[in-house]
T-cell receptor, first 117, second 115 residues
Framework: AQKITQTQPGMFVQEKEAVTLDCTYDTSDPSYGLFWYKQPSSGEMIFLIYQGSYDQQNATEGRYSLNFQKARKSANLVISASQLGDSAMYFC??????????????FGGGTRVLVKP | KAGVTQTPRYLIKTRGQQVTLSCSPISGHRSVSWYQQTPGQGLQFLFEYFSETQRNKGNFPGRFSGRQFSNSRSEMNVSTLELGDSALYLCASARSGGRMQNIQYFGAGTRLSVL
C-alpha cells in the first residue's frame, strides 16, 4: 500500500486565489511527522511546513497552512493568495517513528501547480 | 547561512563506470540523507548518515554506498553504473535531535546521466 498518496497530478489555480493540495498517509506508528516541500523547475526541494503527529494545532507558515485531520489520515496543504512564483511541483512526505530514529522520508507522487495570471 | 551544497551539479557517465557525488550540509547539521528522483519511481530514500554512521537505509542494491566525514560532509558512490541510475540525486541535511530539529533542507541536486 502507498504510504503517501497525492491524488491530484496537476492543477491550475488563478492568481490571488487559494488552493488546496490533497495528501493522505498510511502508518500504524503513533509517532510521525508530515512535511510539504515545493520543487520548482530548477530542481531544489524547498521546505514549506511541518506537522507532528502529536501537535494539537494545525501548522501555519505565512501563506501556507496544513489542514491536519488525524482520524482521516490526511494532511492537506492550503496555499492562500496564490502567486505566479507558486507554480511548481509540491510533495507531501512522512517520517515514521520518533525523531531520534532518524530522518527517512517517504514521498508522495507530487502535484504540479500552475498559477495563471 | 550557506545552504546544502552538492557537487557536481551535472555528470555524464557511461555504463559500468563508477561515480562519486558530494554533499556539504548546512553548518551545525549532523544528519545527511540522500534521495534519488526519477520520473518513473519518484523520490526514493537511499540512506541517512548521522555522526559518521549509517542510521537508515533504503531499498537500493549494494552498488549504492555512502559515507560521512567528521565534518558532516557526505559522499555517495555508485559503482557499475546502469542506465536506470540516471536520475536527480538530492542530498538533505538536518540538525537532528528534537521536534523541529528533523526538518530536512535540500541541496540543488546532482543530475546524473548514464549513457
Amino acid at each position: 500500500a502507498q504510504k503517501i498518496t497525492q491524488t491530484q497530478p496537476g492543477m491550475f489555480v488563478q492568481e490571488k486565489e487559494a488552493v488546496t493540495l490533497d495528501c493522505t498517509y498510511d502508518t500504524s506508528d503513533p509517532s510521525y511527522g508530515l512535511f510539504w516541500y515545493k520543487q520548482p523547475s530548477s530542481g531544489e526541494m524547498i521546505f514549506l511546513i511541518y506537522q507532528g503527529s502529536y501537535d494539537q494545532q494545525n501548522a501555519t507558515e505565512g501563506r501556507y497552512s496544513l489542514n491536519f485531520q488525524k482520524a482521516r489520515k490526511s494532511a492537506n496543504l492550503v496555499i492562500s493568495a496564490s502567486q505566479l512564483g507558486d507554480s511548481a511541483m509540491y510533495f507531501c512526505a512522512m517520517r515514521e517513528g520518533r525523531e531520534a530514529a532518524g530522518n527517512k522520508l517517504t514521498f508522495g507522487g507530487g502535484t504540479r501547480v500552475l498559477v495563471k495570471p | 547561512k550557506a545552504g546544502v551544497t552538492q557537487t557536481p551539479r551535472y555528470l555524464i557517465k557511461t555504463r559500468g563506470q563508477q561515480v562519486t557525488l558530494s554533499c556539504s550540509p548546512i553548518s551545525g547539521h549532523r544528519s545527511v540523507s540522500w534521495y534519488q528522483q526519477t520520473p518513473g519511481q519518484g523520490l526514493q530514500f537511499l540512506f541517512e548518515y548521522f555522526s559518521e554512521t549509517q542510521r537508515n537505509k533504503g531499498n537500493f542494491p549494494g552498488r549504492f554506498s555512502g559515507r560521512q566525514f567528521s565534518n558532516s560532509r557526505s559522499e555517495m558512490n555508485v559503482s557499475t553504473l546502469e542506465l536506470g541510475d540516471s536520475a536527480l540525486y538530492l542530498c538533505a541535511s538536518a540538525r537532528s535531535g528534537g521536534r523541529m530539529q528533523n526538518i530536512q533542507y535540500f541541496g540543488a541536486g546532482t543530475r546524473l546521466s548514464v549513457l
